[in-house]
C-alpha cells in the first residue's frame, strides 16, 4: 500500500470491504450449493473500482466475474485479477486477440460473432472460452431462434472455441407482473433443451440479474449474474428484500472554509438562496463536476414516469427535505444551499456549530455518478487497506502526508 491517506485528498471515495463481504455472504445465502455467483463489476462495480473490488471477492472465494468491455477485464488482468471475466459486449477482431492472449471469456450474440472469432482464433493453439448470448426479448445483443442452435452446432464443432456457458437478459425482472420474465425464461429454457437435445453440453447456463435472483430462485441454474446487490442495494422495483444488505460506499470531503453569515446573506449564483438568520457555512469541495447533484434521467417510458419525474424536480424546487441534497457530519445532516457549483457546495450549519475547516463531511454523490478520477480508500477493519488514485491525481498528491 502507497503511503497515502485521506489527509492527501479534499474528496474521495470511501469503499468499507467489510461490507463487500457481509453482502457476499448474504447472496450467497439465496443459492444452492452448486449455483456460482458471476460477480458482475461493469462501470468500475458501480462506482466501487472494478480492480479492488474483484480482489476482495476472489479472496471470499468468488472466481467468476463479468464487464461490459474488453478494456474493463484487461484492466482487471494488468492488475493481477487471475479469476474467469466474462465480457458481454461483442468483440472487435483486436479486442478478441486480446481475450485469447488474456485468457477472457467472450460473448457470441450473432453468427457475426462466431465467424470473427473462429477467424482470430484459427491456427491458435489455444481455445477462447465463449458464452452464447440468447435474446429471449431484451433486444440488446443475441441469438434468436432458431439461429441459436445453428451457432450453438459450429460453436461445439470448432476445435478452437470452448462453448462454456449460455445466458440471456432478462428485460423487467423486477416489474410488477412478473409475465415477461416467466416468458423469456421459458424460451430460454426451450433453447436450453434444443442444445441438450442435440448433446450439445452447456456447464454454465445463466439468466438471473440481481432482482430476477431475489424474485426466483427456480431460475437460477448454474449461475447468476449479481451486481447490484453486491453494492449493498436492491434494485429498483418489485423484488423480495430478505437479505441484511450493507452500504460500502461513502463519498467524503474535508470543509476547505467555514463562514460566519448575517441574516439576508446571498448563497451562491443567481441569489436562490438567502440566509433567514445568521448562519455558518462550510464551502465543500465537491460540485457537479464530480456529480453532486446529477441524477441519470432518461427519456420517460410512460405518462406515470414523466410524472414521477416531474414530482422529484418539484419536490427539489421547493426544497422538501427529503428530496433536498443533504450533507452528513457525525450522524446529523445539514443542506445544501444554493445552487451547487462545479466544484463546490455551500452547506448551512446552526450558527455556534463547532465546524472548522479540514472537518470531513459525507456528500451525497450517486455512486455511478462521481467523477472517474476520484481517490478511492478501501477500508478493512475500519483502517484504511488500500488506496486507488488515478495517474493524473498521483502526480499532485504528496505520498508523505498520513493521518
Ligand atoms: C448489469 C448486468 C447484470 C447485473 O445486473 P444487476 O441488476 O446489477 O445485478 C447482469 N447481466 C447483464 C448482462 C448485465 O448487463
Known sequence: MRNVSSWSFNRWIEVNTDALVHNLQEVRSLLKGNTRIIAVL???????GAVETARVLARHGVDYFAVSFVHEAVEMRRNGIEGSILVFSPA????????????????????????????????????????????????????RQPEALEVARLVQANGHLYLEGVYTHFAEAAARSPRYTFRQFTSFQKALRDMAREGIEIPIRHCCNSAAALRFPAMHLDAV???????????????PTPLRLHNPYRFK???????????????????????????????????????LGMEAVSRPGSLLDLLKIVAKLAGSYLNFKRLALKVKLEGGDYLVRGKVFMQFCLVEFPVGFPLKVG??????VKRTLAARDVARIYLQGGTPASVEVTEKRTASVSEEVSV
Open 359 to 364: 472537518d470531513v463531511v459525507e456528500v451525497p
Open 92 to 143: 472487435s477482431p483486436v479486442e478478441a486477440r486480446t481475450a485469447l492472449e488474456q485468457d477472457l471469456t467472450l460473448t457470441v450474440a450473432s453468427l457475426a460473432d462466431y465467424q470473427l472469432l473462429s477467424t482470430v482464433t484459427s491456427g491458435c493453439n489455444r481455445r477462447l472460452r465463449i458464452h452464447l448470448k440468447l435474446d429471449t426479448g431484451l433486444g440488446r445483443f443475441g441469438l
Open 42 to 48: 461493469k462501470a468500475e462495480a458501480y462506482g466501487l
Open 225 to 239: 449474474r449479481i451486481g447490484t446487490l453486491l453494492g449493498g442495494q436492491y434494485p429498483a422495483g418489485h423484488v
Open 253 to 291: 470531503a474535508r470543509v476547505v472554509a467555514v463562514r460566519e453569515l448575517p441574516p439576508g446573506s446571498y448563497l451562491g449564483y443567481y441569489r436562490t438562496y438567502r440566509t433567514p438568520k445568521p448562519v455558518r457555512v462550510a464551502v465543500v469541495p465537491v460540485g457537479f463536476a464530480d456529480g
